[in-house]
């Protein structure tokens, strides 16, 4: 998995952060027509968006834009094998066997998990804010750290911890690993089609999007509609906070009812 | 009559591994996928506009997502012979693996093309009419080649995260990088929606179609890399 990651800063983060620091420098006007005719200058745009905001507050949205939606695949994918892969192999009738309480087996596999999306996330904003830092003072444009703190990790870590619950509160509902993977993309599906979700005036169908999605090419006017939204966003993140708990305590009484059950004692290997 | 009767023999016999196989790998995977091909046309139902737009909106969103059926549905076919410890009594068998090994991509295979035609059905139900062999030519290329990657990367590991993984990364990337790595390999030349800096960039290439022959042919070499490391599976393991 981290070699996947690394392969995304280089492959796509890398390049993100380059692109935007070379329309602000291009000397040329790049003019493009939107889907509906209208003609579009994202040089000049850009030229004007920074001197609005820095230049790292604008990779700083597109880069947690990618590496939230990369980290939510890349946990949601891997966190309903660490449940379902217990039951498979047979270890629960061994952890059954032994004293541990299905909350304390449930929070030491969630904790390690939040660990390993902590680290992901960490690494990831170290090194989108380094690379920032290194165009910005290779171009001479303008950079400030604390713009990557909140889109690059706050934001993407929630959505990892929130998927993370999702999706193993899934496989262990289901029963099945793969199908909580279905499901996964089925609703990332929804999530990554809502490309306007942060609009003016507030659409309020934003507290219920679990990956914030900040696309916007570089404008003035990214700010302006980012601070109307803000209450939102921050209602948003609390949301989600509140629902990984429910999660992790939703998964914890179901295996308990199961264990409890005898529905572990004859473990069949098949999903 | 000896040799009618031979025959049909063999025909049951290939019948009954068709049949074995399809309980082997199909699973809940296979029951929810429709589930993803009937969210597409429901998600581009909401985009309204005249008969161009709503066709070039159609295909920007079957290209880009129709894949995932190929990555959910055959990317675990051979890692969860790993995951249900059953590997070592198919490989430690004499005969050929060939007929499980091609009996299991003809199935997921005939599973793509099945759920890809519903879901152009649904869309020229609901939203526009479009051409049926041109949504096919579209999807299927992407979802082959995802799904024989997914394949191949679990049948390398042994692991089914790793087998969902590199797929699912491979297809984000080239969203992401709209081909930058790839060239005539591109997945989606046919319009991306990776609006993420700049949508218009990318605009419909005319050689899509090109394109989308150079990906099936890739398709086509992973499955048969995947067939030579099944077949020397017992000689790579022994290295």
């Known amino acids: 998995m981290l070699a996947l990651l690394i392969l995304f800063w280089i492959t796509d983060l890398r390049g993100g952060v380059y692109s935007r620091a070379n329309l602000i420098i291009s000397e040329t006007n790049q003019v493009f027509m939107d889907d509906s005719g209208e003609l579009l200058n994202f040089s000049a745009e850009a030229k004007e968006a920074v001197e609005v905001r820095p230049f790292s507050y604008y990779v700083a949205l597109n880069s947690g834009d990618r590496l939230g939606l990369i980290l939510t695949l890349f946990f949601g994918i891997l966190s309903p094998f660490v449940f379902r892969r217990d039951i498979q192999f047979g270890l629960i009738e061994l952890i059954n066997s032994k004293k541990t309480n299905s909350e ?14 902590f680290v992901f996330s960490l690494l990831s904003f170290i090194f989108v804010s380094a690379y920032s830092l290194y165009v910005s003072k290779t171009l001479s444009l303008s950079y400030q750290i604390t713009d990557f703190i909140l889109p690059v990790f706050i934001s993407p870590l929630i959505s990892s911890l929130y998927i993370l619950s999702f999706t193993a509160l899934v496989s262990i509902a289901i029963s099945s690993s793969v199908g909580a993977i279905v499901i996964l993309f089925v609703y990332w599906f929804f999530c990554v089609t809502q490309l306007h979700a942060i609009s003016s005036p507030p ?5 219920l999007m679990w990956l914030i999605r900040f696309v916007d090419r570089m404008s003035p006017k990214v ?3 980012l601070e109307e939204n803000r209450n939102l966003l921050i209602l948003n993140r609390c949301l989600y906070i509140i629902l990984m708990i429910v999660f992790v305590i939703l998964t914890s009484v179901l295996l308990k009812r199961r264990r409890d059950n005898g529905f572990y004692k004859n473990v069949i290997t098949e999903e | 009559m000896g040799f009618i009767r031979m025959s049909s023999l063999k025909n049951n016999r290939a019948l009954e591994t068709v049949k074995t ?16 091909i009937f969210a597409i046309p429901f998600i581009i139902f909401f985009e309204q506009g005249d008969i161009a737009f709503k066709q070039s909106w159609a295909f920007k969103v079957i290209e880009t997502f129709s894949p995932f059926v190929g990555i959910l549905i055959g990317s675990n076919i051979f890692s969860r012979e790993w995951e249900l410890q059953t590997n070592e009594i198919w ?4 005969n050929s693996r060939g007929c499980i090994y091609w009996s299991r991509l003809l199935l997921i295979y005939s599973y793509i093309f099945s759920l890809a035609s519903l879901e152009l059905l649904v869309i020229c139900l609901f939203y526009v009419r479009m051409d049926y062999l041109e949504g096919l030519s579209v999807i299927l290329p992407p979802a082959i080649f995802l799904s024989n990657l997914g394949f191949i990367s679990g049948l390398v590991s042994k692991n089914t995260v790793v087998a969902y993984l590199v797929p699912s990364l491979y297809w984000f990337m080239e969203i992401s990088t709209k081909g930058k790595y790839t060239g005539i390999f591109y997945l989606f030349p046919r319009g991306s929606l990776a609006c993420a800096d700049a949508c218009s960039v990318i605009s419909t290439s005319n050689n899509w179609k090109e394109s989308k022959l150079a990906v099936l042919f890739i398709g086509v070499c992973l499955m048969l890399i995947g067939w030579i490391i099944l077949e020397k599976y017992e000689f790579i393991k022994k290295r």
């Open chain 1, 104 to 117: 304390s087996y449930v929070l030491s596999k969630f904790l390690a998990l939040f660990f390993i999306a």
């Open chain 1, 203 to 207: 659409n309020l169908n934003l507290i």
């Open chain 2, 91 to 94: 490989l430690s068998k004499a």
């Open chain 2, 21 to 36: 196989q399809l309980r082997l790998i199909s699973g809940i995977n296979w029951i929810l996928v429709p589930a993803l």
């Open chain 1, 223 to 225: 700010p302006i509609v």
